[in-house]
């Protein structure tokens, strides 16, 4: 199943995607407002079962939101590929390197990310998102992926001026409007191999990173059950699970988004993330 998040005339609900079409479980009577507060819930089996008795709408003439608009928690992973980790010249402690983003940052597909004027260094990272499904504290790494609900796309959007000003990476991670998130949620059972599962952003149509969820230092389980220890995991929470090399930064000259802009983020048997870039 393929779950989104969306506005229209009638304000913010969620649904499930058939092809061009969206069936709008949100709306029906009883309903949770938001798409995290069914999952927490435990609802959606319901709302899918009963699908057929929700208002269905065309996918082109809704705005697509964050598919998760209000997550508990935002939790990232830093330098989880080696070719970022070289390329960056950090990483390889063993652990995971964790950092958050504020809800409030984020933006849905065909929004435009903002490069801040306070500053012209904003650089992509396209990354495979996981949303948490069922809660856990100290989850083993075996039962980890049965915790998880869906899987995303993310684009980690980095001030990087800010992000380096010191050791910790949460200034250049938070500015409005430059996480992007979407366009919807894959559940797992739609993707035949997670591991296989390709990831590529383009700038301006040329291929800037290129990856396999194999590809990283720390795979899902790992992630799960790390932040686990330190942190309860509830349904709705984000794990952005760390973008490949090719980033902006690490190029000669560098590469940075300005106005005008456009940045794809693709992944294998879940879509593509679509956003423009503008100043403000």
Same mark, same amino acid.
């Given at each position: +199943?393929?779950?989104? &998040? ?5 304000? #913010? ?20 407002? &938001? #798409? ?38 935002? #939790? ?11 390329? +960056? ?80 990476? &949460? ?25 296989? +599962? ?17 590809? +990283? ?64």
């Amino acid at each position: +199943m393929r779950w989104l &998040t969306f506005s229209d005339d009638l304000g #913010l609900s969620y649904g499930l995607l058939h092809g061009d079409r969206v069936q709008a479980v949100g709306r029906l009577a009883g309903a949770p407002a &938001t #798409l995290r507060q069914a999952l927490a819930a435990k609802v959606l089996a319901s709302l899918a079962a009963e699908a057929g008795a929700a208002p269905e709408l065309a996918l082109d003439a809704l705005t697509l939101l964050p598919p998760i608009p209000d997550p508990e928690k935002i #939790l990232c992973v830093g330098l989880n590929y080696r070719a970022h980790q070289a390329e +960056m010249g950090r990483g390889g402690e063993g652990y995971p390197t964790i950092f958050t983003r504020f809800p409030s940052s984020q933006i849905g597909h065909e929004q435009a990310m903002i490069r801040p004027l306070e500053s012209a260094t904003l650089d992509y990272e396209g990354e495979i998102a996981l949303v948490i499904g069922s809660p856990g504290r100290r989850i083993e790494r075996a039962q980890a992926m049965d915790h998880v609900f869906g899987i995303s796309i993310y684009n980690d959007g980095s001030v990087r001026e800010y992000q380096r000003q010191t050791s910790q990476f &949460t200034p250049g991670k938070n500015f409005p409007a430059t996480g992007a998130f979407g366009p919807w949620i894959v559940t797992p059972d739609e993707i035949a191999d997670l591991d296989a +599962m390709e990831l590529t952003t383009r700038l301006n149509g040329e291929i800037m990173q290129q990856a396999r969820a194999a590809d +990283m230092v720390h795979d899902f389980a790992a992630i799960i059950a790390y932040c686990s220890i330190f942190t309860e995991l509830v349904p709705g929470d984000v794990l952005v699970t760390g973008t490949p090399g090719g980033v902006g930064a690490a190029r000669t000259p560098p590469v940075f988004m300005d106005d005008g802009d456009r940045v794809e983020v693709a992944l294998s048997g879940v879509g593509e993330l679509r956003n423009s870039v503008v100043v403000g």
